[in-house]
């Protein structure tokens, strides 16, 4: 099993930038794929960004593209999403996802997902 925690949520403004982590603990070593999604309110969850866990391969939505970074510390089993630029849409409960297989954007193939953690946007 792995556990996933996200921390960093907050109240921003638009134009702003934050950064979420993802600690991740347990079976970590069994991890191929880590990637973070989204979901506003009555909207369907979405997939933000992507990467593998022991290369540089990165994939992100259109929408986040240029603006969002994925990173990790390995040493530390963390994964972080570094927002810039903000906007109100991008206002959302922002999920961390992991899986041992190459997962793409597709949330229904990621095994273990943390808790959320809110981002709100004022405009």
């Known amino acids: 099993q792995v556990q996933l925690i996200e921390s960093g949520g907050g109240l921003m403004q638009a134009g702003q930038s934050l950064r979420l982590s993802c600690a991740a603990s347990g079976r970590t070593f069994s991890l191929v794929t880590m990637g973070w999604f989204r979901q506003a309110p009555g909207k369907e969850r979405e997939f933000v960004a992507r990467?593998?866990?022991?290369?540089?391969?990165?994939s992100y939505a259109d929408s986040v593209k240029g603006r969002f970074t994925i990173s990790r510390d390995n040493a530390e089993n963390t994964m972080y999403l570094q927002m810039n630029s903000l906007k109100h849409e991008d206002t959302a409960v922002y999920y961390c996802?992991?899986?041992?297989?190459?997962?793409?954007?597709?949330?229904?193939?990621?095994?273990?997902w943390g808790q959320g953690t809110q981002v709100t946007v004022s405009s």
């Open positions: 996802a992991a899986d041992p297989g190459y997962s793409g954007p597709d949330g229904r193939y990621y095994r273990y």
């Open positions: 990467m593998r866990w022991s290369s540089d391969e990165t």
